[in-house]
């Protein structure tokens, strides 16, 4: 069966950098899209960055855009999400998702198949 587990979520002062890991297993990442899914406190989960089975590409919603980085080693089975120039406004918890059907990003990623539990980011100074 398909799993997803996150790590790497921590307490970062605002303009500080994190890295999140999402290792899969159960499936191949040239097989299934991966979101990175955001729930800041008491909102919704937003999609806010995926990267494509197909070829690697990555998207991005425009709050993230030019500060977050999206990338996979398929070898390791392994998604990152880098975080530079983080702000109040990114805490939340992190989520990965996966789904064989495509990319997904803001409220389109609630369907997606499989879903990690969560790591969390609190940026605070």
């Known amino acids: 069966q398909a799993q997803l587990v996150e790590s790497g979520g921590d307490l970062v002062q605002p303009g500080g950098s994190l890295r999140l890991s999402c290792e899969v297993s159960?499936?191949?990442?040239?097989?299934?899209?991966v979101a990175w899914v955001r729930q800041a406190p008491g909102k919704e989960r937003e999609g806010i960055s995926c990267?494509?089975?197909?070829?690697?590409?990555?998207h991005y919603i425009s709050s993230v855009k030019g500060r977050f980085t999206i990338s996979r080693d398929i070898a390791k089975q392994t998604v990152y999400l880098q975080m530079d120039s983080l702000k109040l406004e990114d805490t939340g918890t992190y989520y990965c998702?996966?789904?064989?059907?495509?990319?997904?990003?803001?409220?389109?990623?609630?369907?997606?198949?499989?879903w990690g539990k969560g790591t969390q980011v609190t940026v605070s100074s």
């Open positions: 998702a996966a789904d064989p059907s495509g990319c997904f990003l803001g409220s389109e990623t609630t369907d997606m198949a499989y």
């Open positions: 990267i494509r089975s197909s070829d690697g590409s990555a």
């Open positions: 159960g499936f191949t990442l040239d097989s299934y899209a």
